[in-house]
């Protein structure tokens, strides 16, 4: 979503370079998180959920590739910029296969940055409907379901009750949680209507699925994680 909040998270440890880009991005309205460690990056990505991530090829603590398939590998897919060294096809390579959704040589024109951001917040907001996570995705817009390239055909209240578990992945989500937002009711602790959906869920993604993808946490509530 192109927007002056369009939050855009910088992972840089060039700090001159670092502080050009800031505020060239500043000027345009976007707000700004400067990280200059892989490992913290992580942590900010998963944390602040960022529109969009520029990071650079030469991360400390981290490798870049592996910052961008860690990503990837935890549903997350917004819009990743990898700033490579200039007639290095190998660092392109690698960061596209990792997950990568740009990248861009060192040295280059902070224009041609700022268009690259540009193009990609406005891709971003055409698929601001899509929830994605690992090789399951769900269009809220057509309330469609794939796994991989097959599509998994739910009931409304599937669709809803995953839905929701999409918008919340790795979090463990409370019966009352899920009662309230699903169902819209929250005192019905004695009723099993959670345990027949969840394990329809299953059932049905499980056929698609080689693991298992929504998890029971004992005494508190579900998880959707790998």
Request: charged share 20%.
């Amino acid at each position: 979503m192109e927007a002056v909040t369009a939050h855009v998270l910088l992972v840089e440890n060039d700090s001159q370079l670092a502080q050009l880009i800031a505020q060239e991005l500043g000027c345009e309205g976007y707000k700004v998180n400067l990280i200059e460690d892989g490992i913290s990056g992580l942590l900010a990505a998963r944390q602040t959920n960022p529109d969009l991530i520029i990071v650079t090829w030469t991360l400390l603590g981290l490798s870049c590739a592996e910052f961008c398939h860690r990503l990837r590998s935890t549903y997350n897919c917004v819009p990743i910029i990898v700033l490579t060294h200039e007639g290095q096809v190998y660092e392109r390579i690698m960061g596209l296969n990792a997950g990568a959704s740009d990248c861009l040589s060192k040295p280059f024109v902070l224009e041609e940055l700022i268009a690259r951001v540009r193009a990609h917040l406005r891709q971003g907001a055409k698929e601001a409907y899509l929830l994605q996570f690992e090789q399951l995705v769900l269009n809220q817009k057509a309330r469609q379901v794939y796994y991989g390239h097959q599509e998994i055909e739910l009931t409304a209240k599937e669709f809803d009750l995953l839905e929701y578990f999409m918008r919340h992945p790795n979090q463990v989500l409370t019966r009352v949680q899920i009662l309230d937002h699903v169902w819209g009711y929250e005192n019905f602790a004695s009723s099993n209507v959670i345990e027949v959906y969840i394990r329809y869920l299953r059932i049905k993604l499980e056929a698609q699925s080689a693991t298992q993808l929504i998890h029971t946490v004992r005494g508190v509530g579900y998880v959707l994680r790998n």
